[in-house]
């Protein structure tokens, strides 16, 4: 991407200079004449930082004030901009955070990382960055659909393109691509809970229900017994409850999982159980009708407003996850709330808007920041 970047900025007008070392490649956009030859309005400076070559942190400084001596430059106006062309840009992430005005590309994708010390825009530069990008992308979506063309003798042959497979879709829905540690463990929590306290009460009964830990405004507000906010996440009133619960905990759990991570699946999931039966809980106070809640409906309800969130950011697909997995997940979330009797709407729809703010804390912030692969 450094020669099409280079490339673009001699068309806005900037003159590249001989510099040293070879992978230091200086441009200036010049503004008259000065002192010691042609002044400067601004300067560029592309760093074709690969793994055999070596740029240390305090050399950019260094740098930046050879140039700024030379041509001219006022102290106070920041107008010299350090790009590092780098296929690591891990590699390159501490000379970005020690150093202002320093953006780093990834060469493997042709992608602009800025981070929060760094100046949103250079003279209309990152504009040409995402172009470049796109471009790029565009013309990768171009081999594809080549690479589906053969030709022989003068003849074109296209390749059929690939059938829909019963088989592979299942395979997926069913096996995922890991294993998922903490959505199996949420489902046997779920389970064992639910044989161990079903076989010394009756789950069905609203003073039995509250005895275990089920969310009861009353006690959660007048006596402090906040930990039912979590505790009521894992009881069900009935088998119905619980088969249809952690039937979507499983599917849709594999999927969030293996987007997310371990970790922040777990944060995800709980947090989104806990607000979503903390906003139950409002809603009582604010009604009047004190009812009894409990299930992993609004955790549920949390990673399906995730998932949303990962394919909006992904623009409709995101490692395995699809606009159209999300319809058959949206299916099971339909019947589920079909088949259950005695829906609570304000803890779904707490989980809901908790899944997706949540998830936008935990991955989406690192991820639009370009921090995340």
Known sequence: MIERFEEALGQKGYMRLKSRPEWVHTFIL???EGEKGPAARRAVICIDYRRDYSVSGGQIPLIRAKIREYFGMPIDQDRILVVIFTPDPERARVLSMENPYCWIVDEREDRLILYENQPSDFDGMRSVAERLHMEREASQEERQEDQGRRTYNGYNFQREPRRWSLKEELQWIFLGQKKHFVT????????????????????????????????????????????????????????????????????????????????????????????????????????????????????????MGSLAVLILLHRGRFKGLSIQRMGFMLALCVYQSVTSMGIDTMGHLGGLISGMVLTMLLYGISYLAGWEN
Request: aromatic letters at 14%; charged letters at 10%; one cysteine or more.
């Open 30 to 32: 010049p503004e008259g």
């Open 184 to 303: 199996i463990g949420m489902v046997l929590i779920n389970v064992l809970a639910y044989a161990y306290l079903s076989s010394r009460g009756d789950l069905s009964q609203s003073r039995y229900m509250v005895s275990v830990g089920g969310m009861y405004p009353p006690l959660i507000v007048d006596k402090g017994e906040w930990w039912r906010l979590l505790t009521s996440n894992f009881l069900h009133f009935d088998l119905s409850h619980l088969s249809n619960n952690m039937l979507i905990l499983y599917f849709l759990g594999k999927w969030v999982e293996e987007a997310l991570g371990s970790g922040r699946f777990a944060g995800v999931y709980l947090g989104s159980g806990i607000l979503g039966a903390a906003l139950s809980m409002y809603s009582c106070i604010v009604t009047g009708d004190m009812y009894v809640s409990a299930g992993a409906s609004g955790a549920i309800y949390g990673l």
